[in-house]
């Protein structure tokens, strides 16, 4: 079944709307790669939970998964598989936690500038499913069993990236 289609149950509280449930037929052979990383992994598992309920709600069958170390990694994988040409979106799930050092403005920004990099170079969307938060309670917040769950929200938004690249491109 596709996306519900009440706009107020198509809308999280982060205030994403949805796309429309018109895409699905057309969005249902597009290759994804899900990306997933090892820190925080109770979080990041409730992510990719999101992430794949998406994906069986918009019928798309054709994914790959793989986990790397951490978000710094994240950009180099995604490049790889970018370059390769196997994808047609790729969706980058992680979860950092602010701590008592910088340590997190480092890995968070450089994780973001290299999926950036990566994403326009290549013009492969990338769904950011990579949380940046001060608390474990705020990931637990984000990574729900509803559709404001960051994963399935990068999920529909790579998706919909890929419908506008492609109908640009004809």
């Known amino acids: 079944m596709c996306p519900v289609t009440d706009p107020d ?7 994403y709307e949805m796309a429309s449930v018109e895409m699905c037929d057309e969005l249902a052979r597009a290759r994804m790669v899900l990306l997933t990383t090892r820190w925080n992994v ?8 999101g992430a794949r309920r998406a994906l069986e709600d918009w ?4 994914v790959r998964e793989y986990r790397v170390p951490g978000a710094l990694e994240l950009p180099l ?16 799930l ?5 701590g008592d050092t910088p340590h997190f403005d480092f890995v968070a920004g450089e994780c973001v500038r290299g999926l950036r990099e990566a994403s326009q170079r290549h013009c492969v969307p990338i769904g950011f499913g990579v949380l940046t938060v ?3 309670r705020q990931a637990a917040e984000r990574a729900g ?17 890929f419908r506008l690249l492609r109908t640009r491109h004809v």
């Not at 149950?9 to 205030?15: F, N, Q, T, W």
């Open 145 to 161: 069993s509803g559709n404001d769950n960051k994963g399935y929200e990068a999920v529909v938004a790579a998706l919909e990236m």
């Open 94 to 98: 992680g979860v950092i936690i602010r």
């Open 9 to 15: 149950e198509a809308i999280g509280k982060s205030g």
């Open 42 to 49: 109770s979080f990041v598992d409730a992510l990719l939970r």
């Open 134 to 136: 001060n608390t474990p």
């Open 59 to 62: 019928r798309v069958t054709d």
């Open 77 to 92: 994988m995604a490049e790889s598989q970018m370059r390769e040409g196997r994808c047609d979106a790729i969706v980058a």
